[in-house]
T-cell receptor, first 113, second 112 residues
Framework: QQQVKQSPQSLIVQKGGIPIINCAYE??????FPWYQQFPGKGPALLIA?????SEKKEGRFTISFNKSAKQFSLHIMDSQPGDSATYFC????????????FGAGTRLFVKA | NAGVTQTPKFQVLKTGQSMTLQCAQD?????MSWYRQDPGMGLRLIHY???????DQGEVPNGYNVSRSTTEDFPLRLLSAAPSQTSVYFC???????????FGQGTRLTVV
């Protein structure tokens, strides 16, 4: 049973487009929602994160939207660039039970030049 | 500052062999964890540790053992390798369980 469901599996956009990646969760104990970016042959790296007391967070061209009642959150990449081509993972962490972080299945993004 | 270092980067094992994947961090982080990454499955937590001498199971612990005798090291042991353990393994560390996690470069393991 996947605790964090991520879609789509893959995404192709033109340079300057706004790719959107969606995630949904069930466990109401989750209280921290990070997004990780992974380039081929590398480990994931933290991109941006949000807590459920805010509905939106922006860092540069990356924005997280959070809907607590729907238990959904999404990543938007404004003015996407070829260098943004990577795999993106959403994740969720509970504030109990060892602070385990659970990841979504990942979205492979390709930005065409 | 090396961060999180994993060795080896690549490994091929025969079914039934045992081996240890090494993970070391030089950031004095208390929290360390092991994940496996498989296509379409994301990263799944194998084991984690909240400090030296303390370990616990994650989502997919079967077939793996861990120990944490020092703050710096968190080795992952495969007891009897199986083809289903073919995967890319990542070690991660964070200052505490509530801080940003830093990942190593990964170990690509193939079991034949």
């Amino acid at each position: 049973q996947q605790q964090v469901k991520q879609s789509p599996q893959s995404l192709i956009v033109q340079k300057g487009g706004i790719p959107i990646i969606n995630c949904a969760y069930e466990n109401t104990a989750f209280d921290y929602f990070p997004w990780y970016q992974q380039f081929p042959g590398k480990g994931p790296a933290l991109l941006i994160a949000i807590r459920p007391d805010v509905s939106e967070k922006k860092e540069g061209r990356f924005t997280i939207s959070f809907n607590k009642s729907a238990k959904q959150f999404s990543l938007h990449i404004m003015d996407s660039q070829p260098g943004d081509s990577a795999t993106y993972f959403c994740a969720a962490r509970a504030n109990t039970g060892g602070f385990k972080t659970i990841f979504g299945a990942g979205t492979r993004l390709f930005v065409k030049a | 500052n090396a961060g999180v270092t994993q060795t080896p980067k690549f490994q091929v094992l025969k079914t039934g062999q045992s081996m240890t994947l090494q993970c070391a961090q030089d950031m004095n982080h208390e929290y360390m964890s092991w994940y496996r990454q498989d296509p379409g499955m994301g990263l799944r937590l194998i084991h984690y540790s909240v400090g030296a001498g303390i370990t616990d199971q994650g989502e997919v612990p079967n077939g793996y053992n861990v120990s944490r005798s020092t703050t710096e090291d968190f080795p992952l042991r495969l007891l009897s390798a199986a083809p289903s353990q073919t995967s890319v393994y990542f070690c991660a560390s964070s200052k505490t369980g509530t801080d940003e996690a830093f990942f190593g470069q990964g170990t690509r393991l193939t079991v034949v």
